[in-house]
Every structure is written in C-alpha cells, then in structure tokens.
C-alpha cells in the first residue's frame, strides 16, 4: 500500500493506552485496514467523546508501522507523554484516581494496576514504570 497524499494522523499516549485519529483523503481504506490490524475489542476501541480509537500501548510498534504505510512522516503527530510524572494531577491520572485520593487508594490502585499492567501479564515495562513512578510521586507529596 502507497502512502495517501493529504491525509493525517495523530497518536496521542493516554496512561496505558494510545489515541490514534486520523483523517483526509483515503479515509474508508485507512478504517478498514485499522480494524483488521487490530480486530479484538480490547485491542481497538473507539471512543466518541474523544473522538479516537484507543489501543493498548505494547502495540506502539505495530502502529508505528501501519502508520508509516499509511501516512507521510510530516502528516504524522506524535505526543509523547513526559518520562516521569513529576506533578501530581498527572499522577492520578496515570492511576486513574481524583486528587482527593488517600494514600491507602493510591496503594491498592497501583496493586489493581500492576496486576493488568505487569510485563508478566502481558503488559509492557514502560506502563508498569509510568505506574510505580505515578504511586511514588503520590506516595511523596502524601508523606508516606
């Protein structure tokens, strides 16, 4: 398959997950082979209010790939987020809690976490550690 001209692409990581959005020229045969690449519902799945398709981010390779045959290295957007969550709002975030949180949830969010998230568990090292550092950094400004 040849790159489309005109069209675009933006991957956005969202805790353990990714967004992909794309759009312009080409649009039905960029859907399709999407789907077939990542067919499970766990693997791909849309979401309306953010207007993204949403996959698990072991699969940032296999994106990359698709999207470099499907898009123009320029037409491609990638946000990366930062290494270490160093404020805390991104840290509940990452554990998905609100920031009136005790630390006792904090805990038992990064042991629910790790146990979906875990390289054992078919999850990715760089998740467990965004995990870990997010508990960490919570954990700090608590005093625990």
């Known amino acids: 398959m040849a790159t489309i001209d005109g069209a675009w692409a933006e991957v956005e990581e ?3 997950r990714l967004l992909v959005r794309w ?11 999407f789907r077939r690449r990542f067919p499970r519902h766990r693997d791909a799945i849309y979401s ?3 207007r993204a398709w949403s996959v698990p981010r072991e699969y940032l390779r296999r994106l990359e790939a698709w999207a470099a ?6 037409a491609t957007t ?4 930062a290494a270490a969550p160093t404020v805390p709002a991104t840290a509940y975030q990452v554990l998905c809690l609100t920031p009136d949180a005790p ?3 904090v805990e038992a969010a990064r042991r629910i976490l790790a146990k979906r998230y875990h390289p054992d568990a078919g999850g990715t090292d760089e998740a467990m550690a965004a995990i870990n550092r997010a508990a960490d950094v919570l954990l700090a ?3 625990r």
């Open 103 to 105: 630390s006792e949830l």
């Open 14 to 16: 969202a805790g353990p």
């Open 78 to 81: 990638w946000e990366r987020q």
């Open 23 to 33: 759009g312009g020229e080409g649009f039905d045969q960029v859907k399709a082979d």
């Open 69 to 74: 045959m499907w898009f123009d290295d320029e």
């Open 48 to 50: 309306p209010e953010r």
């Open 141 to 143: 400004a608590a005093g």
